[in-house]
């Protein structure tokens, strides 16, 4: 019932920025905590953003932390992750996921829903 779609991805030089949109269609957006994950080729699936129901919380892994900002926007059912000062290392498939919880959590196992991904590839 929940369903998510991403937008957003592309090609960027480094230094560049772009702006993911996760799209949700369902009756729960209000309650679900948002995550963004990415999966380079050959590596596991990481977090990268996620934030708590109200937007309120939220947490960054270390390696995009001054770098990304994730937000929502509840009545237009939308989240965002701005992506500034890319890297080639930020090169991946992105996904937006839900949980059932208001409030976030770190492990892809976690997370209930899930997008098809937009690919986003940075070059030096």
């Known amino acids: 019932q929940v369903q998510l779609v991403e937008s957003g991805g592309g090609l960027v030089q480094a230094g560049g920025s772009l702006m993911l949109t996760c799209a949700v269609s369902?009756?729960?957006?209000?309650?679900?905590?948002m995550a963004w994950f990415r999966q380079a080729p050959g590596k596991d699936r990481e977090i990268v953003a996620a934030?708590?129901?109200?937007?309120?919380?939220?947490y960054y892994a270390d390696s995009v932390k001054g770098r990304f900002t994730i937000s929502r926007d509840n009545a237009r059912n939308l989240v965002y992750l701005q992506m500034n000062s890319l890297k080639p290392e930020d090169t991946a498939v992105y996904y937006c996921?839900?949980?059932?919880?208001?409030?976030?959590?770190?492990?892809?196992?976690?997370?209930?829903?899930w997008g098809q991904g937009t690919q986003v590839t940075v070059s030096s």
């Open positions: 934030s708590s129901s109200s937007g309120r919380s939220t």
């Open positions: 369902g009756r729960t957006f209000n309650s679900n905590a």
């Open positions: 996921a839900a949980t059932l919880s208001t409030y976030y959590r770190i492990g892809s196992r976690e997370y209930d829903y």
